[in-house]
């Protein structure tokens, strides 16, 4: 990821007087993690369901993830969420329990796709670890 997504400087010069000062106004990521794009199948379900669906991760990071889930659901709800990616010729997964904290109405009213933000509240064991090596080989992809 480039610096440039992080951080925007704008500069203008002054025009009072013969000044040749600058002033800079910085704009800052707000996000505790940054987030690097993929496109990722995912499971999901209701934390107190057995029924499965199926959806698409669309970038991640350590706090949280993008996903297209076919189906409307409310803000607060929690989900058993299990990532899939390859890693060589293996089928490999990172399992977690979600919350969706927003949904992009405006996404549904324009492509009719539902949109959510959700964020991680906890893994199952040694998932964070294979999520972290995930998020670094991809990143690392990126920045080539």
Do not use: C
Not at 60 to 75: Q, R
Not at 98 to 109: G, M, P, R
């Amino acid at each position: 990821m480039s610096l440039r997504k992080y951080l925007t400087t704008v500069r203008r010069k002054r025009g009072e007087g013969n000044s040749k000062s600058k002033e800079g106004v910085s704009v800052v990521e707000r996000r505790k993690h940054p987030r690097i794009s993929v496109e990722l199948p995912l499971d999901y379900s209701l934390v107190d369901s057995k029924e499965k669906h199926g959806g698409m991760a669309a970038n991640i990071s350590e706090g949280g993830l993008l996903v297209h889930l076919p189906e409307a659901l409310n803000i607060g709800t929690l989900l058993k969420t299990e990532i899939l990616f390859v890693k060589g010729l293996e089928l490999n997964s990172i399992k977690a329990i979600t919350q969706i904290v927003w949904y992009d109405l405006a996404a549904k009213e324009v492509s009719g796709e539902n949109r959510y933000g959700l964020e991680f509240q906890s893994f199952i064991e040694g998932d964070l670890d294979k999520l972290k090596r995930l998020l670094k080989e991809v990143g690392e992809t990126y920045s080539q």
